[in-house]
C-alpha cells in the first residue's frame, strides 16, 4: 500500500512524516541528516521503506504569500528527491507548522532539550497533514 512522505528541509534536520495507506493521517517518522553525503540513498530507502507514491516537500511562505528566505533550499530538496527517487514531488506551503509543532510538543510535555530534534519531523506531519486534507 503506497503512502505520501513530507520532508520539512532545515539547515541541520530534514523532518519526515509519513501518511497512512489511505492519506486520512500524517505521523512524524524522523529526521534525515540535511548534510549527509548519502542523502541521495537515504531518500532512496526511504521512499522504498516507506513505499511511497510521491514526495511533499514543505516551501516556506511569508505571511505576505512571498517566498521565504529558505524556498530555494526546498526547491533544491525537491529537485534532489525527484531524480533521486524518480517520484513526483509536490511544494506545499509550510506555513506555521513549525510554530505549530512546537506547541504540539510543549503541551505534551516533551522537554525543551528533545523538542529540538522532534520539531522538524513534528512540522513535517502538520503540513503534511494540511496537505491530505487539501486532497479530499
Same mark, same amino acid.
Do not use: C
Given at each position: 500500500?503506497?503512502?505520501?512522505?513530507?520532508?520539512?528541509?532545515? @539547515?541541520?534536520?530534514?523532518? /519526515?512524516?509519513?501518511?497512512?495507506?489511505?492519506?486520512?493521517?500524517?505521523?512524524?517518522?524522523?529526521?534525515?541528516?540535511?548534510? +549527509?553525503?548519502?542523502?541521495?540513498?537515504?531518500?532512496?530507502?526511504?521512499?522504498?521503506?516507506?513505499?511511497?507514491?510521491?514526495?511533499? /516537500?514543505?516551501?516556506?511562505?511569508?505571511?505576505?504569500?512571498?517566498?521565504?528566505?529558505?524556498?530555494?533550499?526546498?526547491?533544491?530538496?525537491?529537485?534532489? #528527491?525527484?531524480?533521486?527517487?524518480?517520484?513526483?514531488?509536490?511544494?506545499?506551503?509550510?506555513?506555521?507548522?513549525? /510554530? @505549530?509543532?512546537? $506547541?504540539?510538543? #510543549?503541551?505534551?510535555?516533551?522537554? $525543551?532539550?528533545?523538542?529540538?530534534?522532534?520539531?522538524? &519531523? /513534528?512540522? +513535517?506531519?502538520?503540513?503534511?497533514?494540511?496537505?491530505?486534507?487539501?486532497? &479530499?
Amino acid at each position: 500500500m503506497s503512502r505520501i512522505v513530507g520532508l520539512d528541509p532545515g @539547515t541541520v534536520r530534514i523532518g /519526515v512524516a509519513v501518511s497512512d495507506p489511505m492519506f486520512v493521517t500524517a505521523q512524524p517518522h524522523g529526521n534525515l541528516a540535511a548534510d +549527509a553525503e548519502d542523502l541521495d540513498d537515504r531518500l532512496r530507502d526511504l521512499a522504498a521503506e516507506t513505499e511511497a507514491e510521491r514526495f511533499v /516537500v514543505g516551501l516556506p511562505i511569508g505571511l505576505d504569500g512571498r517566498e521565504g528566505a529558505a524556498a530555494g533550499r526546498s526547491r533544491e530538496l525537491a529537485a534532489r #528527491v525527484a531524480e533521486a527517487t524518480g517520484l513526483p514531488v509536490d511544494l506545499y506551503d509550510e506555513r506555521f507548522s513549525t /510554530v @505549530t509543532a512546537e $506547541r504540539v510538543l #510543549v503541551s505534551a510535555g516533551v522537554r $525543551r532539550s528533545r523538542r529540538k530534534v522532534a520539531r522538524d &519531523r /513534528v512540522a +513535517a506531519a502538520v503540513f503534511l497533514q494540511a496537505y491530505l486534507d487539501g486532497r &479530499r
